[in-house]
């Protein structure tokens, strides 16, 4: 199955893709990460390039994206279904996407929209943090890993990332809207928009989310 997850940033987008991938194998094709990865890196290009737009809260561009996403796309791991977790982010991307997989003989199943009041975002994104080994999740008030400041998982440091500061997080939501927002409608007009409601509890949402994913597959 491929899935797209759409919604605001800090809906839970992350949180629930990496669910799936762990209860059900479906692979989550996170850019954001992809992006950190490189940008940890200093002698990365791409991280070089990510840096810049990043910490401003603006997009990454859309021909450094789409290359990023055929060369993921390629890896046998997806092969067999994915969940794209922040991209297509524009129109144009949302465009390069149907040509990648129509070439490939595949199509976009179901496009999940988290919706979430913008209070609820601010209160998720400020409270954040991750792990920097492998980018594993945690909220200092909604999922408190177990030792403060470490990840449950491996072990390693938490850290805040820099686009979560308040100021940045008020513009990455400008940005959505104006760039991002409209792809609900060019799914909508598909037929494959599902609307979840992100405001409920991790388990909630992800119980809500494999009922709208079976019935799809159904
Ligand atoms: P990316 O990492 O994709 O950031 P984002 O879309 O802003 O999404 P977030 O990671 O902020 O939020 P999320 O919905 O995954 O929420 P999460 O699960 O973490 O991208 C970062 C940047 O990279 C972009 O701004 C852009 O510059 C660039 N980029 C990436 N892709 C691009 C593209 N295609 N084109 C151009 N540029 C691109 O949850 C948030 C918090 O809430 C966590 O603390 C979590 O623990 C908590 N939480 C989650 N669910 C719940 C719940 N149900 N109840 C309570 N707390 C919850």
Excluded at 64 to 71: D, L, R
Excluded at 94 to 114: E, I, K, S, T
Excluded at 117 to 128: A, C, E, F, K, Y
Excluded at 185 to 212: N, P, Q
């Amino acid at each position: 199955m491929n899935v797209i997850f759409l919604g605001p940033n800090g809906a839970g987008k992350g949180t629930q893709a990496k669910l799936l991938q762990e209860r059900e194998g479906l692979p989550q094709v996170s850019t954001g990460d992809i992006l950190r990865r490189a940008m940890a890196d200093p002698d990365s290009p791409l991280g070089t390039t990510a840096r810049r737009f990043i910490n401003r809260g603006e997009l990454v561009p859309d021909d450094v994206m789409i290359e990023i996403i055929e060369a993921r796309l390629r890896e046998p791991d997806t092969t067999r279904g994915f969940v794209l977790d922040g991209f297509p982010r524009t129109i144009a991307q949302a465009r390069a996407l149907d040509d990648l997989l129509q070439a490939a003989g595949h199509a976009v199943d179901a496009v999940v929209y988290f919706e979430a009041r913008p209070d609820t975002i601010v209160r998720r994104l400020s409270g954040r943090r991750l792990c920097r080994a492998a980018g594993h999740i945690y909220h200092v008030e909604f999922q408190p890993p177990v030792v403060e400041g470490r990840c449950d998982i491996d072990g390693s440091e938490l850290y805040q990332r820099e686009d979560d500061r308040e100021e940045t997080v008020r513009h990455r939501l400008s940005v959505y809207r104006r760039r991002t927002e409209p792809l609900v409608d060019y799914y909508r007009s598909r037929g494959i928009l599902e609307t979840i409601d992100a405001e409920a509890d991790v388990e909630e949402v992800y119980r809500a989310l494999t009922e709208i994913l079976a019935a799809r597959t159904r």
